[in-house]
């Protein structure tokens, strides 16, 4: 099976099923992770466990935790209180289509089944318990204060202020970078990676996790709603700081480009293992939506 | 030290320093986690370590994983979209001081940080990985959809019904239960028990935990503001289920006495060690407030 399929699949047999009690909660959890999403931070996880020589079925229970990280930050951030968005992925956010409660609880709800997964997976897993616990740590520490969580913070405050280039940049490490980072340090550790390989595998996640970013950033300016599958433009609207309204269209782009140049050359070394990873640094930073 | 200031001390000193950036985020988190709470579950984490002959020193990670699970559970419930309370512990709740977003993300935070200390504790810890794993995998599955979020949206969904004994056990049995009974597991857990002591500390906290809730209604009916530190009546006027609403006053005493009762006969074979957990649920359920 595809390394996509075997992700949707392990994420499907590991959630309560759509009637599980209670199932107002099931059916708001199920909603926003099979959204059509891109499965980019799993597919960092494997392609990184694949590139130091690990399998891909021990390092599963890992990418699907990342993708439940991711969602529920999605839920959260599109609340009203939040980015207030109530369009995401093509679809309605979860708030518009079961209320601001549930769509909260399913957002905490996923987060704590992304430890529950990763620490205790429903398929044995042959990934010592030390290196699982690391993964942990890792994933937690991405996701909270000095990460994902600090990163929207700072994004929200920054909303009609006049950002530079560096604040900025600050905004992306930690909002969207810390967790695509991690994805690839977790793929390494559960892997196997040793340290000269772990530290190489970092380097490449920061770089494409930038770059990711201000392609986003591209596309949020020159897209439209029906090939984004979420509301265009609303960065500019919300008069938030982005990569291209600090230096322009043509500088971003060039900017993304050398990203890109500089995550692949820390991929040499793996030779052919390392190529799944270098296809899927293109693709997000070569995206047309 | 008193194992309370143990546990205050090492919330503190894990925990980002309130001008930590982003500083509204630092200074919400720890707003609600040093609002004078009780402290119960990490008492009980260390009560559980104690009675199987466990250290306290490597059970702190775990009992300040719980507080963390706890607090940020506090912070959500009370926003506008749930319970919508404007009083907590004698004073406003987050969203009252921060606004919406930054109380959500709050929570969002706490709740990752619980399990980057159970994982990657900022000081050595003896206890080994594989039972800290499996303490990792107790707590997120008690704070999940089948546990805590669970109880919240089962809580949520019942207002203004009309709520029979069993719908209101299988409400407590969640929303606070599942915390409270993994707390006296996951203790035993990193204190090294064997199955037949987990067990009895399983029994131990389930027992414990439903007397404790019983008497949080008793006391949301007999109680003021004052005496409470948070809205009374607040139950009654939502239109809550509650056990003395169920059963009635004496009813709900004569249950919390013999679930004290059966909570303590669990603790005999562990002797002396036994006795510091038997005195907390004495306290839990012998409460005025």
Do not use: W
């Amino acid at each position: 099976m595809e390394r996509a399929g075997l992700v949707e699949e392990y994420l499907d047999r590991y959630l309560p099923p759509e009637s599980a009690p209670p199932a107002t909660l099931s059916r708001a959890v199920r909603y926003s992770l099979f959204a059509g999403g891109k499965r980019l931070r799993p597919a960092l996880v494997l392609g990184s466990a694949e590139a130091v020589g690990g399998s891909i079925e021990d390092a599963l229970p890992a990418a699907a935790a990342f993708e439940m990280i991711h969602t529920y930050s999605l839920i959260h951030d599109d609340l009203p209180s939040m980015d207030d968005d109530s369009l995401r992925r093509g679809r309605p956010t979860s708030h518009v289509v079961f209320g601001e409660a549930i769509a909260i609880l399913a957002g905490d709800a996923l987060q704590s089944h992304a430890f529950a997964v990763l620490a205790d997976p429903p398929s044995p897993c042959r990934v010592p318990a030390e290196r699982r616990l690391r993964a942990v740590a890792e994933l937690a520490r991405a996701a909270g204060v000095s990460g994902m969580v600090g990163g929207q913070v700072l994004d929200l405050e920054s909303e009609g202020q006049s950002v530079d280039a560096a604040a900025l940049e600050r905004i992306h490490r930690h909002k969207t970078g810390a967790l695509i980072r991690a994805a690839a340090r977790v793929g390494a550790i559960v892997g196997g990676a040793n340290e000269d390989e772990l530290e190489r595998l970092t380097r490449f996640g920061e770089e494409a996790g930038l770059g990711f970013q201000i392609v986003d950033d591209i596309l949020d300016v020159e897209g439209s709603d029906e090939t984004l599958g979420k509301s265009a433009g609303k960065d500019a609207k919300a008069g938030k700081a982005t990569y291209p309204l600090v230096h322009g269209i043509g500088e971003a782009r060039k900017k993304a480009e050398e990203l890109l140049a500089s995550a692949l050359s820390r991929l040499e070394p793996f030779g052919p293992a390392g190529r799944p990873l270098a296809l899927l640094a293109e693709q997000m930073i070569r995206r047309r939506s």
